[in-house]
Each structure stands twice: as C-alpha cells, then as structure tokens.
C-alpha cells in the first residue's frame, strides 16, 4: 500500500511539475467523480454488511465456502447473473466476501457473471442483437464463468 501511494504521489508531483493547469483539473475531476459514486458504493457495502451480519457465517461456509463444491459455483454464478452491481462497488464487495471466509473460487465465479452475465439486461441486448445471439452470449458467459472458479480452485491448490 505504502509503494502504491508513493507511486501516486510521486505521478501527481511529475504531472503537476509538467503541467500544472491539466493536473489541478484532473484531480478535481477524479474527486467529482469519487464523490458522485461514493453514495452508491456505501450502500451497498452497508447493504451487505447487514447481509453477513444477519445470516450466520456457518451458512455462508457451506454454500460459499471452500466445501461447497459445484452447487457453491452455480449458486454463486446465478446471484452474479442477476445482481447488477458496477465494478467499482463489486470490487470492495468481493474483497469483503473473501475476508469472512467465502472462497477465492466462488468470489471469482460470482465477479465474472457479474461482470459478463446479464439477465436483466436481456430485453434491451434482444432488441439490438435478437434473442439467439442473446442468449448463446450469456449461456456461453456463464459456462465461461464456472470454468474460471474451477481453474481458480485448480491454480489455487498448485501455489
């Protein structure tokens, strides 16, 4: 964390010794942005804080953990195909679900339908390309997906 910042700071100093004018504007555009998205990300982190807090850990080790097996794949490809969460909130979110003992296997099953499966999405995506490229799209997204939490759980037990 303490390279991370010191990179950072260190691109802000360059920049604003090159360009001062484009480097104050970008920060206050960064900052724009930050506090435009951070109602959205504390929500939802509150939202799934009260989530873990109110179902006992037991139950999430044993449909999310490490023991899960296949179900623990599927149940997690379908809450992330129909959840419709950004990358920036889901990110955190992920790291929050790792952290109380959900597998690294599961979180990744979930963050890539979530990312590349869209079920709500469907009757917007039919319209521009029709309903079989639709669908072969997310089937194929989805199978994708579960391929990525088995090779996940595949590296994982190698390293």
Known sequence: MIVLLSITFLSILISLILNRTKTVAGIKKGMLM???????????????????YLTPKEFFL??????????????????????????????????????????YQIVAVFITTLMMVGTLTIPIEKKYFGMKVTLLRNLLSFAGAIIIGLLMGFFWEIL
Do not use: E, Q, R
């Open 34 to 52: 930050f506090v435009k998205i951070l109602p959205t990300l504390l929500s939802v982190i509150i939202l799934v804080s009260v989530l873990l």
């Open 62 to 103: 044993k449909y999310f953990g490490s023991n899960s097996g296949v179900m623990g794949y599927l149940i997690a490809g379908m809450i992330g195909s129909i959840t419709l969460i950004p990358g920036f909130v889901a990110y955190p979110v992920c790291g929050f679900l790792i952290d109380n003992g959900i597998s």
